[in-house]
């Protein structure tokens, strides 16, 4: 896999003209939020004519999840202003939206940068994307959808509301846990798991008051995180978690959270449903146990339901129809790298367990 530049908060922005620069483009497509006025680094796009002899096209038309139809109106504003780079300032979706522009654009190489502006997704060091076509979620991976540098700027999350900054924290935690005890994790995508995890638990308080510091620890952690889904991907939470979002309208890193919670005391409990090739489960939780600081595998989940308790996020209700909805929605290419075996009765209680019913 090709190399990656990570450009510090420090002196990012000089670091990212230069690596503009040497690309010897003359406009840049500027995938991003219609947020970006509220950004520190609005500025930055603003004055890049006059400090670099650039132009900026700026690319915007696309929804929280976004569809098929944005990333070819996309290609279009990039083809028609004769763009030479791309950068995705924004959540996910942008970065997503950035990421399939560029492979939908037919040049044999595309220089491509992201901005985070969430600290969750970990979207701009992995190699996949989620677009929808015809209603139905796309995962796209491809070598080509990772970019080849990224600025982390904690002042980027100065504006984030309270929801998202909360529930795209815990998107990176459940990333963390999730490529530790993953079918595919390596000794590499662990230690990323375990970096990732050290600098959640010891910022996550700072961070959700607004320190800067601890901002810029948390955007660390949720780009390790990312490094470590790259190698080792997700696994049932996420697999679960999907659904949730479209059906009730909750965010990813929320949705995610709540299925990992209710997996996590599963597999504690039945350690025996050992998927084949898989590692004892007891162990690699008391790992991940140690990465967070806990006494033991027990303390660790019952730690990371506090951390979402004490959120106050809430918790969806299902009627009893959902349930069956939920456990056809769930993607067998994402239970086969879960350490546990997982059959549709187990899908349903753990849903039934993660969600209240309502008559």
């Known amino acids: 896999m090709r190399q990656q530049y990570r450009f510090s908060a420090e002196n990012g922005y000089v670091q990212l003209d230069r690596w503009i620069e040497d690309t010897g483009e003359k406009k840049v497509l500027l995938v991003c939020g219609r947020s970006l006025q509220s950004l520190p680094m609005y500025e930055y796009f603003l004055e890049m004519p006059r ?38 300032v924004g959540g996910g979706s942008a970065i997503d939206v950035a990421k399939c522009i560029r492979l939908y654009a037919g040049r044999a190489y595309l220089p491509f940068a992201a901005v985070p502006t969430t600290a969750g997704s970990g979207s701009e060091s992995t190699r996949f994307a989620v677009i929808y076509r015809r209603g139905e979620k796309q995962s796209i991976t491809d070598d080509r959808c990772l970019p080849d540098a990224v600025l982390l ?59 800067e510091e601890e901002s810029g620890q948390m955007l660390m952690a949720a780009h390790l995180a990312g490094k470590a889904i790259n190698l080792a991907q997700t696994t049932a939470g996420h697999a679960m978690s999907y659904k949730l979002t479209g059906l009730y309208g909750i965010a990813h890193g929320h949705a995610a959270a709540l299925c990992v919670s209710v997996l996590w005391r599963y597999m504690l409990a039945h350690p025996e449903n050992k998927a084949e090739g898989g590692s004892a489960i007891l162990s ?51 239970l086969r790298n879960h350490p546990i075996r997982l059959e549709e009765a187990e899908l349903e209680a753990l849903y039934r367990q993660a969600l209240p019913a309502v008559p």
Not at 284 to 291: H, L, P, T, Y
């Open 153 to 211: 700027e904690p002042k980027n999350l100065r504006g984030l509301p309270e929801y998202q900054r909360k529930a795209a924290m815990m998107d990176a935690f459940s990333h963390a846990v999730e490529s530790y005890w993953s079918l595919r994790a390596t000794k590499e995508s662990r230690a990323y798991s375990r970096q990732a995890l050290r600098l959640l638990m010891k910022n996550y308080a700072g961070y959700l008051s607004g320190g």
């Open 284 to 334: 690699v939780c008391e790992e991940i146990a140690q990465a967070m600081g806990c006494a033991g595998s027990m303390e660790a989940a019952a730690r990371f339901q506090e951390i979402l308790d004490s959120l106050m996020l809430g918790v969806p209700s299902a009627v009893e129809p959902d349930f069956a909805l939920l456990k056809a929605s769930v993607n067998q290419d994402r």
């Open 51 to 88: 400090r670099l002899g650039i132009t900026v096209i700026k690319f915007s038309d696309f929804s929280p999840n976004p569809v098929e139809e944005s990333v070819r109106k996309g290609v279009e504003v990039f083809k028609r202003s004769q763009c030479g780079v791309i950068l995705a």
